[in-house]
Nanobody
């Protein structure tokens, strides 16, 4: 049974940082591309970033480029999202997703459907 679990969310002041983590079990981690998505109340889910199988390719939505960094540690079966210079508009529930097709571009531009999803972790940014 596949399980995807996010952690690391919390409350931070604008300008602060958080690091999200996502662990996945029950699948061959190295064979999956991984992505981060977010959804704020009343808004559609948006793609934030994705990373290819071997971490050789990473893509970001324009809204987070230069502030967020995605990475993966296949030995630990863990995906990360380092978020710096957080803004109030970054406040959302953040979800991790895994899919077999590789990540080919920013997930807000190139479809990343995600075969497996976590339950999300809340990020709150106070101004």
């Amino acid at each position: 049974q596949v399980q995807v679990v996010e952690s690391g969310g919390g409350v931070v002041q604008a300008g602060g940082s958080l690091r999200l983590s996502c662990t996945a079990s029950g699948l061959t981690f190295d064979d999956y591309a991984l992505g981060w998505f977010r959804q704020a109340p009343g808004k559609e889910r948006e793609g934030v970033s994705c990373i290819g199988y071997s971490a050789g390719s990473t893509y970001y939505a324009d809204s987070v480029k230069g502030r967020f960094t995605i990475s993966r540690d296949n030995a630990k079966r863990t995906l990360y999202l380092q978020m710096n210079s957080l803004k109030p508009e970054d406040m959302a529930m953040y979800y991790c997703a895994a899919q077999a097709p590789d990540c080919l571009g920013p997930p807000d531009e190139v479809p990343f459907h995600g075969r497996y999803w976590g339950q999300g972790t809340q990020v709150t940014v106070s101004s």
